[in-house]
């Protein structure tokens, strides 16, 4: 099982990286500041995480971690919660610390999305993860709720 995490966690940790990085070559292409862009820029940010999660699941079932299908979408709603949890942490300047917590993030995203999905995992192991990662947001709401002096 910790191999099957492992490998998740290196094949979603790559695609972060792609993520992060095709995402901010777009964010160049585009080039503009005023609200009329915000449109055009959001829909290629979705087209180009749609396009990568159905990379992904190709790859992850090259690398042994089936069904691939199921890994990516555990995978994606998992960096769902995360970057939505992610808004209480404070923000850097530094796009290499950037670029790690994308890969970091991505990483750990493959690693979850690989347990809760595997068929060996008492069902109550991936009910109470499931549920860490919905008890997540109200802590990071609180988080940035306090650091903002409410």
Do not use: Y
């Amino acid at each position: 099982m910790t191999g099957r995490m492992g490998r998740a966690a290196a094949v979603c940790a790559a695609l972060g990286v792609l993520w992060w990085a095709t995402v901010r070559v777009v964010w160049l292409g585009v080039g503009c500041e005023d609200w009329g862009c915000l449109a055009p820029s959001v829909g290629l940010l979705v087209v180009i995480s749609l396009v990568l999660l159905a990379g992904s699941v190709r790859v992850l079932d090259r690398v042994d971690v089936r069904p691939g299908r199921r890994v990516a979408a555990a995978a994606a709603g998992t960096l769902v919660v995360f970057r939505l949890a992610g808004e209480a942490l404070p923000s850097w300047t530094s796009q290499w610390a950037d670029l790690a917590a994308a890969g970091a993030a991505f990483a750990a995203a493959g690693a979850v999305a690989a347990f809760v999905t595997e068929t060996k995992v008492a069902r109550g192991w991936r009910l109470a993860t499931g549920l860490a990662l919905v008890a997540l947001l109200p802590i990071a709401l609180a988080m940035a709720l306090a650091r903002a002096g409410l």
